[in-house]
């Protein structure tokens, strides 16, 4: 089955991406602009050739129709790893970004029962394997001129291993070595010499 379908109303349907940063219940807002319903997914370039050749078609086509050329990649909803690595590994997937004002519908995998945010944590989370549907558009105004698209919906496909966020996930054990008893028990680990912290220091 193909991962991508290009449907006649113009929207886009990816399956089988990564979800990346959701923000599917609530909107997020950053630098002071209203907020957005939004999410990342990631498409394997190992298995997602087909949709990553297809939507860069219809982007090309919508800028040149519009602007009659293309417009840099850092103005695109889809983007290349390689340009916006983070993470080791980022060079090996496009990274596919849509947003949009009115919540998306968020279903599970028979693509009609909605999944409440009460019982989105074992489906809808950083690392799940899902389908989305898309709208892209032209923007052209005073923040410049870019291909965006709208976030219509989400379908839970299966669980997938759990990102961390953008962060790294740290385990203790792994890092700091057990020093436990090497001060004594005095509990203040300066030889019984109580440590005087100045008044208001972290005022």
């Known amino acids: ?57 219809v982007i090309e086509k919508m800028s040149v129709e519009k602007w009659k050329q293309k417009l840099p990649p850092t103005n695109l909803f889809l983007k290349n790893g390689e340009l916006v690595a983070k993470n080791e590994g980022d060079e090996n997937y496009f ?38 549907l898309i709208n892209p558009w032209a923007q052209d105004n005073q923040y410049g001129r870019k291909i965006n698209a709208n976030l219509l919906a989400v379908r839970f496909r299966e ?3 759990r990102l961390a966020g953008g962060r790294v996930e740290v385990n203790t054990a792994d890092v700091f070595e057990d ?14 010499l109580a440590l005087q912290v100045p008044l208001g220091l972290f005022d």
């Open 95 to 132: 990274f596919l970004s849509a947003s949009e004002t009115v919540r998306p519908k968020v279903v599970d995998r028979d693509g009609r029962t909605p999944i409440p945010e009460e019982d989105a944590e074992g489906k809808i989370y950083p690392g799940a394997i899902v389908d989305v």
């Open 1 to 57: 089955m193909s991962n991508v379908k290009l449907n006649e109303n113009g929207t886009i349907l990816v399956n089988g991406v990564i979800l990346s940063y959701p923000h599917l219940y609530e909107p997020y807002s950053q630098n002071g602009q209203k907020g957005k319903y939004s999410a990342k997914f990631l498409l394997p370039k190992a298995t997602h050739k087909d949709a990553i050749v297809a939507i860069n078609k």
């Open 179 to 192: 020093i436990s008893g090497a001060f004594g028990d005095d509990g203040d680990g300066f030889g019984g």
């Open 159 to 161: 669980k997938g291993e």
